[in-house]
Antibody, heavy 119, light 106 residues
Framework: QVQLQESGPGLVKPSQTLSLTCTVSGGSIRSDSYYWSWIRQSAGKGLEWIGRIYTHGGTNYNPSLKSRVTISLDTSKNQFSLKLRSVTAADTAVYYC???????????WGQGTPVTVSS | SYELTQPPSVSVSPGQTASITCSGDRLGDKYACWYQQKPGQSPVLVIYQNRKRPSGIPDRFSGSNSGNTATLTISGTQAMDEADYYCQAWDSNTEVFGTGTKVTVL
């Protein structure tokens, strides 16, 4: 049973870069043709898709965030990462990493990590 | 950009059937899936590819998708089904989530 765990700073200053890592255990990040994604949820709000990376390369991003987002894989560490540049208070949210192994749906999620953007 | 619209809330009595709709332009031409999210927890996939249930999801959860509307049906609703539910679909290289529906079991 694969498990995902987010990690990174819980507080980021405005205009800086938010950097999070998702560590995958119970399976290799490159063993199958999966999509690895980041999703966020602001307090009391709905889910917002940030983007995804394919096991064998290739990325897709939310058009509203595309200019500020980079998602990458580190197969040597069995991790994938999120970088969100030039953050503002509007980027304050719980950030989830997730895996799509069934096709167009996320069957495994991390527990989520809260990130606050504040000076 | 593509949008998926859900009713903000649905109320249901224990043992009865709850239906949650998700509306989007030509949604029936896409795969829809559904998540259950309880307070303080990560979302859990309950329906994928319109009507399939992941392992471990009770068969009281079912789904359909046609025209502009996908529907999640909970038959014989139990108190433990009280949660927020989100639909999701893929459009133009983007995953889109619905606005979310709070299901209250009265």
């Amino acid at each position: 049973q694969v498990q995902l765990q987010e990690s990174g700073p819980g507080l980021v200053k405005p205009s800086q870069t938010l950097s999070l890592t998702c560590t995958v255990s119970g399976g290799s990040i490159r063993s199958d043709s999966y999509y690895w994604s980041w999703i966020r949820q602001s307090a009391g709000k709905g889910l917002e898709w940030i983007g995804r990376i394919y096991t064998h390369g290739g990325t897709n991003y939310n058009p509203s965030l595309k200019s500020r987002v980079t998602i990458s894989l580190d197969t040597s560490k069995n991790q994938f990462s999120l970088k969100l540049r030039s953050v503002t208070a509007a980027d304050t949210a719980v950030y989830y990493c997730a895996r799509d192994s069934l096709g167009f749906s996320y069957d495994s999620w991390g527990q989520g990590t809260p990130v606050t953007v504040s000076s | 950009s593509y949008e998926l619209t859900q009713p903000p809330s649905v109320s249901v009595s224990p043992g009865q059937t709850a239906s949650i709709t998700c509306s989007g332009d030509r949604l029936g031409d896409k795969y829809a899936c559904w998540y259950q999210q309880k307070p303080g927890q990560s979302p859990v996939l309950v329906i994928y590819q319109n009507r399939k249930r992941p392992s471990g999801i009770p068969d009281r959860f079912s789904g359909s998708n046609s025209g502009n509307t996908a529907t999640l049906t909970i038959s014989g609703t139990q108190a433990m089904d009280e949660a927020d539910y989100y639909c999701q679909a893929w459009d133009s290289n983007t995953e889109v989530f619905g606005t979310g529906t709070k299901v209250t079991v009265l």
